[in-house]
Structure formats: structure tokens, C-alpha cells
């Protein structure tokens, strides 16, 4: 690779261009529009915090992906944002400690992280969510998917899916209905991880290797998931799935995959993938999490099973932008000559036309892609 190049962006990192800009404010605003409209209030945290503050809040919270670099002012370590969920939990937990609760909050901006994930190349995502802080619950887990379903939707993504997991699955059966040596837990997981029912039996896995099989259209899956289920361990789980499916009622296509955890860092009982159609990749995640009090003996490691409740979801439009904005319609602008009449153009955008006013002769509404100019009885339609 060319360094010499001072205008080279770095790797994974790239401008948005007017037409795709305009396609990610659209997305955005549509987003955000069906958050606000559900009752979630935008917050606005900072992107950049002291490092302890995204990982000490949620259990299993990484700072590995982080970009992080010492404060030269306070020297201490701060890492740039890699995720809204944990500033939306450290908000909830401080500054929004007695709002009432369920606590509704959504957010939108820009995400960083140091190396790209999977197929993707972008360490810079978009990313738009929201949280709601109190509950994790079936009514809380069915409220998020369905909001997050609508939000695509309004977005302009179609085909939209759901695919359900339940992350803290082996934790769960290796507690006494599948046991498992404390050592023998994390191995059990990585074969899960790669789908490797051998690799499973080779550490010792081998009841764990029906999982592997109760994937699928949710509806088959989750009978095969009950059917493995020995000694209940998961029938509240399998229960409150069947809930949160019967719920959302056919907004879009679900499924199951009960040992996902790819992504679900700190998410406990509930979570869920979602998918586009023509998008690569995924389109967004969510699920059920707890939140560490801002009390330091209250983050312990068995935060998982302590702490705040909460639910929500975070969506990724990136690839989505990038499709739509391939059919993105040029807007109507309106040429405004030399001297035009500035009320009147003023009263245009009022009804929501856009203009570009000529700065000198030299100007042309051909050369400033203009649709229409304003004539003596308003906007006229250009060739
Ligand atoms: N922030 C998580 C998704 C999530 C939001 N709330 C709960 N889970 C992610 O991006 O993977």
C-alpha cells in the first residue's frame, strides 16, 4: 500500500459521497422516526470515553476491538466508542438513575473499531438503536424485535428476518441438565462456535450435540429444541421464544439457531440476528443484557446475573445505505436566477421544495443539476 499519499484514507475507513450521504440521512431520519414515534427518547453520548467506562459496565464487554490510546491530558487510557449499548448503560445507571423505569432511549452515530469484522472490510459503522432499560422480559424482548422490524422496514429494507438464539445456552445446560467441568465449558462453546458436532464429542460435548441440529424455520426448530430439552432446563426460554414469535405475528421471516453467540458479547437469555434481503451480511442485533451499578462492588464478574435489566436492539444500515442509494431518485431543486424573487423562494422551501440560488452569471441550473427554475409562475419543469 501507498503511506506516501497524505489524501489516503486508512484501511476500512471511507467518505460518503453526496447522493449516498443524502440515502444514510434518509435511512437515519426513518430509523430514528420509528424510535421517537415508540416512545425512545435520543441521547447523545460522547464518542470518546475512559476505557473502564465501556468495559466495566456489561460482563463480557472486550476492549480488545477498541481503539484505544492514553488521554494525554488526564494520562489515562480512553478507547473510542465501539458500541452505544454500554454508554446507554452507564447513562441509565448515573445520570438517569431515578428516571422511571421501563427507561426508553435510542440513539444513532458512528461506531469504530480496530479490526474489520468478518467479511466486512468498514472498522467505521453507522450504527442506530435503541434500549429499554428495566426489563427483559417477553413483553420487553417482542417490543424491541417488532420496533427494530418496523425500523427497517421504514428504512426501505424488504425481506427483513429474524434469527432467534439464546446466548447464554451452554452456561445454562452445563449447570446441571448437560454438565460440564468448569475447564471443559469454553471448548464446549468454540466447537458450538464452528458447528463441529466431532470436535464437540472430541471434548466431551457430545449431549450438546442436538443443538447443533434445532436450527432452522422457527417453528421446527423450537420442537426440536423442546425435544432435547432434558429436565427443563431451557423450558422457560423455549416458552417465552414461542411468546415473543407468536407476538410479533408474521412481521417477518423467523428462525433459530440456539447456539449463536457470534456478536452477543454480553446478551443473557434472548437474542436475535437480523438479515435484509440484498444485504450482506447482518443488518443489526439486539437482546436482553444487565447492567452493572455504578457501584464498583456491584461489577463483579457474575454481572450476567446482577444488575439492571434490560433489553434493546442496535442496527448496522451501512449495506443497506449502500443498496438503496444505487436507486436513490435525484431530488427536485429548483434554480433560482439572478435577482429572483426571495420571498417567493423563501415560501418555496416552506412547502419543502429545495433551491440553489445563481451566485453570479456564470451559474447554470444544468451545471448545478437543477430539475426546475423558477419562472414567473414558480418552479418550471427543465428538460
Ligand atoms: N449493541 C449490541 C446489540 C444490542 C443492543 N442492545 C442489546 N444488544 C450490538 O451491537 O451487537
Not at 450521504?21 to 435520543?42: C, K, L, S
Not at 472490510?121 to 442506530?128: A, D, F, I, W, Y
Not at 427554475?373 to 419543469?381: F, S, T
Request: proline fraction near 5%.
Amino acid at each position: 500500500m501507498d503511506t506516501s499519499d497524505p489524501d489516503l484514507l486508512p484501511e476500512g475507513l471511507e467518505d460518503r459521497l453526496p447522493r449516498d450521504a443524502a440515502t444514510a440521512t434518509r435511512v437515519m431520519r426513518a430509523i430514528h422516526g420509528v424510535m421517537h414515534g415508540h416512545g425512545y427518547d435520543r441521547v447523545m453520548p460522547p464518542s470518546i470515553e475512559y476505557e473502564r467506562s465501556f468495559a466495566a459496565r456489561m460482563a463480557g464487554i472486550q476492549s480488545r476491538r477498541m481503539f484505544r490510546f492514553v488521554d494525554p491530558s488526564s494520562l489515562r487510557m480512553m478507547a473510542l466508542r465501539s458500541d452505544f449499548t454500554p454508554q446507554i448503560g452507564r447513562l441509565a445507571e448515573t445520570r438517569l438513575a431515578e428516571a422511571p423505569r421501563p427507561l426508553r432511549l435510542c440513539y444513532a452515530g458512528q461506531v469504530v473499531t480496530i479490526k474489520a469484522d468478518g467479511l466486512n472490510p468498514s472498522r467505521e459503522k453507522l450504527q442506530c438503536g435503541a434500549e429499554l432499560v428495566g426489563a427483559d422480559n417477553v413483553a420487553a424482548a417482542a417490543e424491541v424485535v417488532a420496533i427494530a422490524i418496523e425500523a427497517l422496514q421504514a428504512a426501505g429494507a424488504t425481506g427483513v428476518s429474524v434469527d432467534f438464539t439464546l446466548p447464554d445456552l451452554v452456561d445454562t445446560l452445563a449447570e446441571k441438565a448437560l454438565p460440564l467441568a468448569p475447564g471443559q465449558i469454553e471448548a464446549v462453546r468454540r466447537e458450538l462456535d464452528t458447528k463441529d458436532a466431532g470436535g464437540l464429542r472430541d471434548v466431551g460435548g457430545e449431549a450438546y450435540v442436538p443443538l447443533l441440529y434445532a436450527t432452522g424455520e422457527f417453528d421446527t426448530a423450537i420442537d426440536k429444541l423442546a425435544a432435547i430439552d432434558a429436565g427443563g432446563a431451557l423450558a422457560s426460554r423455549i416458552d417465552a421464544l414461542r411468546q415473543i414469535a407468536a407476538r410479533l405475528g408474521g412481521a417477518a421471516r423467523l428462525t433459530l439457531d440456539p447456539s449463536e453467540r457470534h456478536g452477543f458479547e454480553y446478551q443473557t437469555w434472548f437474542g436475535f440476528t437480523l438479515y435484509a434481503e440484498g444485504v450482506r451480511g447482518i443488518v443489526g442485533r439486539g437482546g436482553t443484557y444487565r447492567i452493572a451499578g455504578s457501584d464498583a462492588d456491584a461489577r463483579q464478574a457474575n454481572a450476567r446475573q446482577q444488575g439492571e435489566a434490560a433489553t434493546g436492539f442496535s442496527l448496522y444500515p451501512n449495506a443497506l445505505i449502500d443498496l438503496l442509494a444505487a436507486n436513490e431518485p435525484a431530488e427536485d431543486t429548483v434554480f433560482l436566477p439572478l435577482g429572483h424573487d426571495r420571498d417567493e423562494a423563501a415560501r418555496l422551501r416552506a412547502i419543502g421544495w429545495r433551491t440553489v440560488a445563481a451566485l453570479s452569471e456564470a451559474d447554470s441550473a444544468d451545471a448545478l443539476r437543477c430539475t426546475h427554475m423558477l419562472g414567473a409562475n414558480g418552479p418550471e419543469k427543465l428538460a
